[in-house]
């Protein structure tokens, strides 16, 4: 009852987990490094000295909620259903705000699986989506099913590997709905556009490189954002190429990537360098860019300016944050920065009325003032399985906010609700497989992908 592996990095053709960042560091060679990576170099490794062991992570300073905001209620937008859910984050521009359940008690109501799940190969990087009544899934190996909504039976699958594609390493791949189609971006470097009813395929078109991110589609029109930082946009009903910008590369990042976000003739793209641009949706022309580089980052891994979390555009603003501790306030049409705030992650940030929620790499839940980017509340999710040792680092995925509650999921299955006022823990559940992508919302339901591709329906 109910009151991503994002740890992971891309060095060119390199894919690296957490446990695999020490030999990343005596690759890169940097300065004053190199004294822990003697057991990589083959030299004995001295005996650990006496004493606690103390996280450095724990010695960094934390963020604490600002004293003027004591006194103020936190207010949200009345909560309002969502009868799809059509593409990664929801909506195009990522702007949700409060969605409504039905009951304030969600219970489990089916459990399916969708194929191939997360292996150190392919990766689950994206959402299901739901339209009218039908859940779309892709798997790692590219297949996309389509499930009813209300049983969880399956509908149809189609196959979108080439051919002719011999290589078994995919990394990647979403989906998005409009109009009656599915279009499917993958690591094969397509795009495909899929009849939903039928499962036919309407067009496919060859792109520069792979994709990780699902695509975006708004208005006959669908943007897609590759792994070498490109941004590409396509006409929706031919697959005909409309325009691309390109980004600067970037030799290490997270895998996986954030959508782009798109409203009011604007598309933002967000890029593994940390470099977000706001390009014109009729012809790619860049209307301000802005880089989201954290001061004072002397990690490998925090110096990743990567903006893997979804950017979001709220009315005059866009709210985005990296992997290298910086979340932004910016205006839509100036590119004038707001509000800056030194914490962030690879999670998207959930705007709601007047506050901002973020999760950042620290594991804090933070809620935030959105004109101004104070900070009201702190809660500090837990880090480790293992807190007095401070083993086995525990990565959680989300916010979510449904019905008065926060939603955040965790790799080790685990599903916490937080108040969206105080920032009290509520409750926690445990689900089949780790949870590595916040849920999917609509009508009556969260749907839940792990990353053993088991998809489970809470309602």
Request: proline letters at 5%; charged letters at 20%.
């Amino acid at each position: 009852m109910i009151g991503p592996t994002g740890r992971e990095l891309e060095l060119g053709d390199m894919v690296l987990t957490t446990r695999g960042i020490k030999s990343l560091l005596c690759v890169m060679g940097l300065t004053g490094l190199l004294a822990g990576c003697s057991s990589w170099l083959g030299e004995a490794e001295a005996p650990p000295l006496p004493g606690e062991r103390i996280s450095v992570l724990a010695l960094q300073s934390t963020v604490q909620p600002d004293v003027e905001l004591s006194d103020q209620r936190v207010i949200l937008p009345e909560p309002e259903p969502m009868v799809d859910w059509p593409q990664n984050g929801g909506f195009p521009n990522h702007a949700l705000h409060h969605v409504a359940l039905a009951s304030d008690v969600l219970e489990q109501d089916w459990s399916i699986d969708i194929g191939e799940g997360s292996m150190d190969d392919n990766l689950l990087l994206n959402q299901a989506i739901v339209a009218r009544g039908v859940i779309f899934t892709i798997d790692a190996s590219a297949e996309v099913r389509a499930f009813a909504a209300g049983s969880g039976k399956e509908i149809w699958s189609l196959e979108l590997a080439p051919e002719d594609e011999e290589d078994s390493t995919l990394l990647g791949g979403g989906l998005a709905y409009e109009g009656g189609i599915i279009y499917a971006t993958t690591g094969f470097a397509e795009i495909i556009a899929i009849d939903a009813p039928s499962a036919t395929i309407l067009w496919r078109q060859q792109v520069s490189a792979p994709m990780r991110s699902a695509p975006t589609v708004r208005g006959g029109r669908v943007f897609a954002i590759t792994i070498d930082n490109q941004t590409i946009a396509l006409n929706a009903l031919t697959g005909e190429s409309l325009w691309n910008h390109r980004g600067a590369s970037e030799g290490a990042s997270f895998i996986g990537g954030a959508s782009p976000a798109v409203d009011q003739g604007v598309v933002i793209s967000a890029y593994s360098t940390g470099e977000m641009y706001a390009l014109r949706v009729e012809n790619g022309q860049v209307i301000w860019s802005d880089a989201l580089a954290g001061a004072g980052r002397t990690d490998a891994v925090s110096a990743i300016a990567d903006i893997r979390g979804l950017p979001v555009i709220d009315n005059d603003l866009v709210i985005a944050t990296s992997n290298s501790g910086l979340t932004v306030a910016i205006d839509l049409r100036t590119g004038y920065r707001v509000w800056e705030l030194e914490a962030g992650g690879i999670q998207s940030p959930w705007v709601a009325g007047d506050y901002i929620y973020i999760l950042t790499n620290t594991n804090d839940l933070i809620a935030l003032r959105r004109k101004t980017g104070q900070v009201k509340w702190v809660t500090v999710l837990p880090r480790f399985v293992d807190p007095e040792d401070q083993d086995e680092p525990i990565v959680w995925t989300g916010p979510v906010l449904v019905g008065d509650r926060l939603i955040v999921g965790n790799e080790q299955g685990e599903v916490m609700t937080v108040s969206p006022y105080s920032g009290d823990i509520l409750g926690k559940d445990e689900l089949s497989g780790p949870i590595t992508l916040p849920p999917s919302v609509a009508g009556d339901s969260l749907y839940f992908l792990t990353a053993d591709a088991d998809l489970i329906a809470y309602r």
